[in-house]
């Protein structure tokens, strides 16, 4: 319906993960090294190899374990770029979905404007987890589809936003998972924050913008442009989503 609001109840991470993942670099040997290194770095490649091989499947996603975290314009040195707290705005664990790893490096999706916005964190800041779930929206069809290990496990009717406040495109992930006070008003059982905002709405009902898939008192919107923005589901979805998809879970939006 419309974008996140400050009157929502924190709920808290549901169902996270409890898997970490190591992540491993394996400098090249140069072509002029001897017949020993050579052996070394095959050894550590081979290790390497069988690590990646035992890795959990899925999408990785990094909270923020101290109360705050640097956010970089490039792995390493880079210039400090974000400094975000945690917990966010919302009472929620900060958490980020992972785009690229390099070394102690996490190239990170951003919760800030402009959508899509990337940065670098340090890796020793953040705890990893893996989900395999995945959540696309089909505006043109009106559907989401939520996927785990490749594999369809829910679909269903979506609204969307309007003509003047449509629902941005984009890649995102959820950043938190809320318990509306009136589990029969207009965000229905439960909402999920999403990385993104409004390219229409600077700023909504004292918030910034922020989208949200959520539930509804009103079904008889779904399949239509109803909303402000936000991707409404039914009730059922919504909880059946809020029940199993933690926080860092990947929403592709699609026009």
Do not use: K
């Amino acid at each position: 319906m419309e974008p996140m609001r400050r009157s929502l109840t924190h709920r808290g991470t549901v169902g996270p993960l409890p898997v970490l993942v190591a992540a491993a670099v394996l400098a090249a040997a140069p072509a002029c090294s001897s017949p020993e290194s050579s052996d070394a770095a095959q050894e550590a490649a081979e290790v390497l190899e069988a690590e990646e091989a035992n890795a959990p499947e899925g999408e990785r996603v990094a909270t923020v374990l101290a109360d705050e975290i640097e956010v970089r314009s490039e792995p390493g040195g880079g210039e400090v770029v974000h400094t975000l707290a945690s917990p966010n705005d919302l009472g929620a664990d900060r958490a980020f979905l992972v785009r690229e790893v390099r070394g102690d490096w996490l190239e990170v999706f951003l919760p800030v404007r402009p959508n899509g916005s990337t940065g670098w964190i340090d890796a020793d800041d953040v705890e990893i987890t893996v989900t395999a779930y995945r959540v696309v929206v089909d505006m043109a069809e009106f559907s989401f589809t939520v996927t785990e290990g490749g594999e369809e496990v829910l679909t269903g009717p979506v609204g969307i936003g309007t003509g003047e406040t449509p629902t941005p495109p984009g890649e995102y992930y959820f950043t938190e998972l809320l318990r509306p006070s009136d589990p029969g008003g207009e965000y229905g059982a439960y909402a999920f924050g999403l990385s993104g905002f409004s390219d229409t709405l600077e700023s909504f009902a004292g918030g910034p913008g922020q989208l949200g898939v959520h539930g509804t008192n009103d079904e008889s919107g779904l399949g239509g442009e109803v909303s402000h923005g936000c991707v409404r589901v039914s009730n059922d979805d919504i909880v059946w989503m809020a029940e199993r998809l933690p926080v860092g879970t990947p929403v592709e939006i699609t026009e």
